[in-house]
């Protein structure tokens, strides 16, 4: 049952990324650029909505968190990766599947990239472990941890946050 969770959550996703046109590579292009914001919206609306849901989930009982250790050294290398594909191919790993799966055959590209990065890693992640992941490992913490308050007190301000920069982005026609 969990495989068709995924085929229906990866469906609407992927409809959803459609619909916000998030899909186009002038709008790909524009994001890292910072000259077209939507990529941007599409995802604080997601972090926020996604946020949401998920600490009403684990509060219901219905869930429960599993993190992964905070690592600098890992953030910093795999953001670094992936800004790099980002900007070389013109897609991320989400629009690359939804790109593909609109005819556009280049998003093939990246999703290959993306599998002989995949097997790299495996490869590569007892050095990895040993070698990167301890540079500012700071363990299982989330932000209301290293705060001390509520997630219910972050999630609102950061709501709020980002519904500022959406005003900017609106003002400045981004």
């Not at 949401?52 to 219905?62: A, M, N, P, Q, S």
């Amino acid at each position: 049952m969990s495989l068709v969770y995924g085929l229906v959550t990866g469906l609407l996703f992927g409809i959803l990324l459609q619909r916000a046109e998030v899909l186009r590579f002038d709008k790909q292009v524009g994001a890292l650029r910072l000259q077209d914001m939507t990529i941007f919206k599409f995802m604080l609306s997601a972090i926020v909505v996604g946020s949401v849901g998920i600490y009403l989930l684990k509060d219901l009982g219905v869930i429960q968190l599993n993190l992964k250790t905070t690592s600098i050294g890992a953030q910093v290398l795999g953001g670094s990766l992936f800004g790099i594909g980002w900007a070389v191919l013109g897609y991320c790993p989400g629009t690359a599947g939804g790109a593909l799966g609109e005819g556009r055959i280049d998003a093939a590209w990246g999703i290959a990239g993306m599998l002989a990065g995949a097997a790299l890693h495996a490869w590569a992640y007892p050095f990895l472990k040993a070698s990167i992941v301890p540079i500012g490992d700071f363990g299982k913490i989330t932000l209301p941890q290293v705060l001390g308050v509520s997630h219910w007190v972050v999630i609102p301000i950061f709501a709020i946050v980002v519904g500022f920069f959406f005003w900017l982005f609106e003002k400045k026609g981004l």
